[in-house]
């Protein structure tokens, strides 16, 4: 009933920019922290930013003042602007919401942790 849609990966030269989005689709109520996870080969995944409900965020120290996290309330989607961009910085990049309160069949739940599909993210050097 809830799902979380990636977009914006793609292949970018060092120093270029990208934009990844991620909405949450479903019969929505209420949506919790919204954060950006990323992934590389062989490695754990990491935290990358995050930012509340009333716009509060922080950052992993790897990608602050390179990288800006913001979110559309009204639309239930959470953005990650990827400025300066490193090879370093190529991962799967997968957005997660820590709790959504959502409706079906006339109730209300609360579901944790949910995560996008990932979205590869490659900067060529």
């Known amino acids: 009933q809830v799902q979380l849609v990636e977009s914006g990966g793609g292949l970018v030269q060092t120093g270029g920019s990208l934009r990844l989005s991620c909405q949450v689709s479903?019969?929505?109520?209420?949506?919790?922290?919204m954060g950006w996870y990323r992934q590389a080969p062989e490695k754990a995944r990491e935290f990358v930013a995050r930012?509340?409900?009333?716009?509060?965020?922080n950052y992993a120290d790897s990608v602050k003042g390179r990288f800006t996290i913001s979110r559309d309330n009204a639309n239930d989607t959470v953005y990650l602007q990827m400025n300066s961009l490193r090879p370093a910085d190529t991962a799967v990049y997968y957005c997660?919401?820590?709790?959504?309160?959502?409706?079906?069949?006339?109730?209300?739940?609360?579901?944790?942790?949910?995560w996008g599909q990932g979205t590869q993210v490659t900067v060529s050097s």
């Open positions: 997660n919401v820590d709790k959504i309160k959502y409706s079906v069949g006339g109730y209300d739940f609360w579901g944790a942790d949910y």
């Open positions: 479903g019969s929505i109520l209420n949506v919790g922290i």
């Open positions: 930012i509340t409900s009333s716009g509060d965020s």
